[in-house]
């Protein structure tokens, strides 16, 4: 466990900076055999590009350093649950673990309201661990919110 909040809090790291960017504060790493080979924020807004999720950016990090698309022996660390898109490209990059920080109850597709990354008739399951540093990741999100509510009014 210790393992996987080291890694998640680099995952924090990187929410943080698409919280400095007004981006909704998201981020991801991507590891195999112990090292950082993808990071990501969102970017959404900032690129005018609805597919910058952390999570994408983490993927095609990870996969321009490995040279293929595919992902095996590779574990995402991702602030918030990813949604139906990130958890499809989770699938089709053969990712093997991902370790959630906190839980999307709108939106979340691995296991709060869809589960694709663990559905028997795909070609590939992601092994899903929630949990891992929860209150930090909750926290950065609500925060942003507050902050974002108060300077609309």
């Given at each position: 466990m210790e393992k996987d909040e080291k890694f998640m809090q680099e995952a924090l790291n990187e929410a943080k900076k698409a919280y400095e960017l007004k981006e909704i504060p998201i981020g991801a790493v991507i590891v195999r055999n112990g090292e950082i080979i993808g990071r990501g924020h969102n970017l959404k807004e900032t690129l005018k590009d609805a597919t910058l999720h952390a999570e994408i950016s983490a993927i095609k990090s990870a996969c321009n350093n490995l040279n293929g698309w595919r992902l095996p022996g590779c574990t995402m660390y991702v602030t918030l649950e990813p949604c139906s898109m990130c958890a499809g490209a989770l699938v089709n990059a053969r990712v093997e673990r991902l370790v959630i920080g906190a839980r999307d109850l709108k939106t979340?597709?691995?296991?709060?309201?869809?589960?694709?990354?663990?559905?028997?008739?795909?070609?590939?399951?992601?092994?899903?661990?929630?949990?891992?540093?929860?209150?930090?990741?909750?926290?950065?999100?609500?925060?942003?919110?507050?902050?974002?509510?108060?300077?609309?009014?």
């Open positions: 979340g597709a691995c296991g709060s309201v869809l589960n694709i990354v663990q559905m028997d008739k795909l070609n590939h399951q992601v092994n899903v661990d929630f949990g891992v540093m929860e209150e930090e990741c909750s926290s950065i999100l609500s925060d942003f919110f507050k902050e974002l509510r108060k300077y609309k009014k």
